[in-house]
Structure formats: C-alpha cells, structure tokens
Nanobody, 122 residues
Framework: QLQLVESGGGLVQPGGSLRLSCAASGFTLDYYAIGWFRQAPGKERDWVSCITSGDGMTYYADSVKGRFTTSRDNAKNTAYLQMNSLKPEDTAVYYC???????????????WGQGTPVTVSS
C-alpha cells in the first residue's frame, strides 16, 4: 500500500524557517516525481513545487521561488521542503504527493499524504 506521511509543520514567526518531510512507504520513491502543495483556509489547493525522479530537477511557484527548496533522499525514501523567510501568507496545510514518472513533473499526482499544518504568525 502506497503511503506518504508529512511531518515538520508547526508555528513559526515571520522570517523563520521550517523543514517539512515526506516519508514514503510501500513503494520506492526513486521512480516518482514528488510534488508539494498547500491549501490555505478558505482557499483552493495550490501547487508549490516539484522534484523529478532521476535527475532531480526542481520547479517552484513564483510565490515561493528563492525561499523554498525541495530535495529528496532516495536512500531514506523521503522528500523534503525547506522553507525559509516564511511569511504570514505561507500559512496553510502542506501536502506532498507522488506520481510514478520517468521524467518531468506530472499535471496530476495519484498518491497524497495527509498534510501537515504550517502557521506563520508573530
């Protein structure tokens, strides 16, 4: 059974940092593109970033470019989202998602985690 579990969310002050983890079980992350998404209260879910399988190319939404970094450790079967210079508008539930794909980032992801909340507030 494919499962993704996010962790690392919490309360942080503006300007602070958090690192989210996305641990996979039941499958090997090596062959999957990993996407990060977020959903703020009362808003639709937005795409944040993606890291491809194989070459590990990364892509970011304009709103987080230069502040967030996504990475993966295939040996640990885990992906990460490092979030720096956090702003109140980054407050949301963050989700990771996986889709088996040889190259590039897919438009849709088939496996999702349960989400981890991030609150940026003083």
């Amino acid at each position: 059974q494919l499962q993704l579990v996010e962790s690392g969310g919490g309360l942080v002050q503006p300007g602070g940092s958090l690192r989210l983890s996305c641990a996979a079980s039941g499958f090997t992350l090596d062959y999957y593109a990993i996407g990060w998404f977020r959903q703020a209260p009362g808003k639709e879910r937005d795409w944040v970033s993606c890291i491809t399988s194989g070459d590990g190319m990364t892509y970011y939404a304009d709103s987080v470019k230069g502040r967030f970094t996504t990475s993966r450790d295939n040996a640990k079967n885990t992906a990460y989202l490092q979030m720096n210079s956090l702003k109140p508008e980054d407050t949301a539930v963050y989700y990771c998602a996986a889709e088996r794909r040889r190259a590039g980032c897919p438009a849709d992801f088939g496996s999702w985690g349960q989400g981890t909340p991030v609150t940026v507030s003083s």
